[in-house]
């Protein structure tokens, strides 16, 4: 890697010594970026409108009268993509986080920190929305550092009270939206309209995760990539000579010098404008190699093309690359490293994709009841006693009828219970199976069962049913 090569050619390694935003006391060093613009800007400007579209409009959107997505922790109901995940179908739900998981090392290892730049929550609010609201009042780095320092004139006062106005706007909205995702849009409309008093958990809620986000995006700001998201720190381990991220090319730019008119130039093209360094958000300098700090947001490959384009030289001397394509001027994606986990990942896809085609909307046990032995009757049929749960799966009312499905025969339910089962709800009981001699020679008969709603049938499932052999 970088460092490696740093190493080696005996490059000063200190910058890795101190955290880039606290100076030496450990005080902390507010980053004051330069307001960053070029095409690869203005290609994450569109990304954004995207993301933040998919984003707001999600809890809108329903798939069959459920919602999308829906990670209601508290309730223990889960939703992804329209597929209610109750508690029997936890074990679904691992399985997606874990086929989840693994995408994103597979992901990561491709393609680094492109989600980090492109669609990271995170970074789509703080540097599309919250930085552009500062660059709107404040103006760029330059103004907005003079205005920290200036005394609290009225021209501040109103400044900064706008800028932190919008920021708890924007907070409480984010607030919402994530709580759409974990209580639906229903009961947040009902939290909305109904009195406070009735839903004071939830508003606690509300008012709880405003703060955070105030505090997010007001003061925490890149720190929340560098020192709270594990992800940042873990790159190192997913990504390696060949993943593709925002990288600078060392072999082109070194050694680095002010550009004299009408001198021949005979070092690198990196010109040691220092733009690339003014425009970072997180305060680091992208020639100094791979660092845990960078969150992939392109606004040094801007700066870094405005600079060739003016003195005249070739664009991409910072640019999506890999460590290998920089040293030996050749890419490759697919590596041994990359098939083994897209090998991981299609088993784990097929396994969830099995587990969702085969997923049933009730879910039944029924066990031949403790010590019960089989009956005689009468009538010339023979009953065995069970009991029974019966779980709904689903997110709606489910009203099952068991029935006998290869057998002549009747399900005879002590004490006539109501089957009616609420979302994702439960019932239980005994009952007595009877069935013709004829049909149970055998002293153990497995017999077919299954569940329906309607003309619909739920589920199937097979029992065990004892009967004398001389029968
Ligand atoms: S080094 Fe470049 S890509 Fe990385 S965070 Fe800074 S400006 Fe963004
Ligand atoms: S913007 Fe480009 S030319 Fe300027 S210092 Fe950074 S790498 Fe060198």
Redesign the pocket.
């Known amino acids: 890697m970088r460092s490696q090569t740093l190493a080696a050619s005996g490059q000063n390694q200190a910058f890795r010594d101190p955290f880039n935003v606290a100076d030496e006391d450990g005080k902390r060093k507010w980053i004051y970026p330069q307001k960053p613009k070029g095409k690869w800007h203005n290609r994450r400007a569109w990304f954004t409108i995207l993301i933040l579209s998919l984003l707001f409009s999600g809890p809108f959107i329903r798939l069959d009268g459920q919602p999308l997505f829906l990670f209601n922790v508290l309730a223990r109901k889960f939703i992804l993509f329209g597929i209610f995940i109750g508690p029997q179908d936890y074990w679904i739900f691992g399985l997606a986080m874990l086929s989840f998981m693994v995408f994103i090392v597979l992901f990561t290892t491709i393609l680094g920190r492109l989600w980090c730049g492109w669609a990271c929550p995170q970074t789509v609010f703080m540097e599309m929305v919250f930085r552009k609201i500062e660059y709107v009042l404040e103006g760029d780095a330059t103004k907005q550092k003079l205005l920290d320092k200036a005394p609290w004139t009225r021209d501040k006062i109103v400044k900064k009270s706008a800028k932190y106005f919008l920021f708890l706007l924007i907070s409480f909205a984010i607030a919402n939206l994530l709580l759409a995702y974990v209580i639906g849009v229903d009961a947040l409309t009902k939290i909305i309209r109904e009195p406070i008093e009735e839903h004071i958990g939830l508003f606690t809620g509300i008012v709880g995760f405003t703060a955070l986000f105030y505090f997010n995006f007001a003061w925490l700001r890149d720190q929340a990539c560098t020192v709270v998201c594990p992800y940042g720190r873990l790159q190192s381990v997913f990504m390696d000579r060949h993943t593709i991220a925002v990288g600078?090319d060392y072999e082109r730019?070194e050694p680095?010098g002010k550009i004299h008119k009408g001198q021949e130039r005979s070092g690198g093209?990196?010109?040691?404008?220092?733009?690339?360094?003014a425009v970072c958000p997180v305060g680091i300098?992208?020639?100094n190699g791979l660092q845990m700090e960078c969150v992939n947001c392109t606004a040094?490959m801007d700066?870094?093309d405005?600079?060739?384009n003016k003195?005249g030289f070739d664009t991409g001397?910072?640019r999506y690359t890999s460590e290998n394509a920089i040293v030996n001027k050749t890419g490759r994606l697919v590596t041994t490293r990359v098939i083994s986990y897209a090998a991981v990942l299609v088993l784990l896809w097929s396994a969830l994709g099995l587990a969702i085609v085969s997923r049933t909307d009730t879910q039944t046990l029924l066990l031949r009841a403790p010590g019960s032995q089989f009956i005689e009757n009468g009538d010339g049929t023979v009953s065995n006693l069970y009991t029974f749960k019966i779980f709904n799966k689903t997110n709606h009312v489910v009203k099952p009828v068991i029935r006998l499905e290869d057998v002549e025969g009747k399900l005879i339910f002590a004490g006539s219970p109501d089957l009616t089962l609420e979302a994702a709800g439960m019932a239980e009981g005994t009952l007595f199976i009877n069935v013709p001699k004829a049909a149970v020679k055998k002293r153990k008969t497995a017999l077919k069962l299954a569940v329906y709603e309607g003309n619909k049938q739920l589920e199937k499932f097979e029992i065990l049913f004892l009967a004398g052999e001389s029968l």
Do not use: S
């Open positions: 600078y730019g680095r093209d990196c010109v040691n404008c220092q733009q690339c360094v300098d992208i020639r040094c700066a870094c405005t600079i060739m003195v001397l910072i």
